[in-house]
């Protein structure tokens, strides 16, 4: 009966339609808006961005006879036998035994080479990775300090919490590499995975306090009169049930984590972020730059989104989030 007295607008399939002429509208509108702006779009450059094709040339370094022995290409000169950089895989513009002159073009070669916004991508990857490690590590650790009987730990974690919280990641990250890193003698790599990891960790180890929390005091009480040790019965019964709860804001933080990863670009760590300001400065293409690292970074996000929707529909077949 619900189905029935359900208007045009609240139909399933038309409110998709609806949604996807909005959108189309919208882009439609910047479309205009890009067309009229004095700006030379230069899309055809994009591929680069991932791939090129680099092409080695061999010149010759002096006047003589291009020769080969044993498969090793020389070039013999009146003094001396000069060896070349370059083997049977390169495309050879001289015969064997031809004179060739000084500053010639011998020999050339093309290769496919990883463009900049794929190696900006793996370092993103590679510093999100490490971070999220530390991030959990330090939550989980951080959660059972503030949820524990022993008042110091219950103060060390608030004073942690409070003070990672209360400033921005931007400046913890300053504070990492220009103080942190400087006194440890640690790689800049490392002062940004730090930055990032203690920075959410305090964000876990309230979200992970809060789930532990919500799980009835009875079942610890319960596992206590059977014989269970408070460590094993937080590890086997109260943890998996507590990470259940807190999965959808677990990769909500994760996914937060990867984007917040781009202001390690401020120490010089080569991620998509500064790879894309580089870009900018050498080619100066801002729009079609940027549009792409977004969509670099938003095909990830919604990598981790997806997996997150993944599990937790595996755990509430198998009896539910609650």
Do not use: C
Request: aromatic share 12%; glycine share 6%; charged share 20%.
């Amino acid at each position: 009966m619900a189905k029935r007295n359900q208007t045009l607008a609240q139909n399933k399939n038309v409110g998709h339609l609806i949604a996807l002429l909005f959108y189309v509208v919208i882009g439609y509108l910047l479309y205009l808006a890009a067309a009229n702006m004095n700006y030379v779009w230069k899309w055809n450059t994009i591929p680069s961005y991932f791939l090129y094709d680099e092409t080695k040339n061999v010149e010759s370094p002096a006047n003589g006879i291009l020769e080969k022995v044993d498969n090793i290409y020389y070039v013999k000169s009146k003094d001396e036998q000069i060896k070349l950089n370059m083997d049977d895989s390169f495309k050879i513009s001289y015969k064997v035994g031809e004179e060739v002159y000084e500053g010639d073009n011998i020999a050339s070669k093309t290769s496919k080479k990883i463009g900049p916004v794929l190696n900006g991508l793996w370092v993103t990857l590679k510093i999100s990775f490490f971070a999220a490690i530390l991030t959990f590590f330090i939550g989980i650790i951080v959660a059972l300090m503030k949820l524990s009987s022993y008042q110091f730990l219950k103060d060390i974690a608030t004073v942690y919490i409070t003070i990672v919280r209360g400033t921005p990641l931007l400046v913890q990250i300053f504070l990492f590499y220009f103080i942190v890193a400087n006194i440890f003698e640690l790689d800049r790599f490392v002062a940004g995975v730090l930055a990032l990891g203690i920075f959410f960790g305090a964000y876990m180890a309230e979200i992970l306090r809060g789930a532990i929390q919500s799980i009835d005091k009875g079942q610890l009480e319960a596992a206590n009169s059977l014989g269970i040790s408070k460590i094993q019965a937080m590890r086997y019964i109260i943890l998996p049930q507590a990470f259940k709860r807190a999965l959808p804001t677990l990769v909500g933080e994760m996914i937060a984590l990867v984007k917040d990863s781009s202001l390690v670009s401020v120490i010089s760590i080569t991620d998509l972020t500064k790879v894309g300001k580089e870009i900018v400065a050498n080619t100066f293409s801002p729009f079609e730059t940027w549009i792409v690292v977004a969509l670099v970074y938003l095909s990830i996000t919604s990598i981790l989104s997806f997996i997150g929707h993944r599990i937790e529909k595996r755990m509430a077949l198998k009896g539910g989030l609650s």
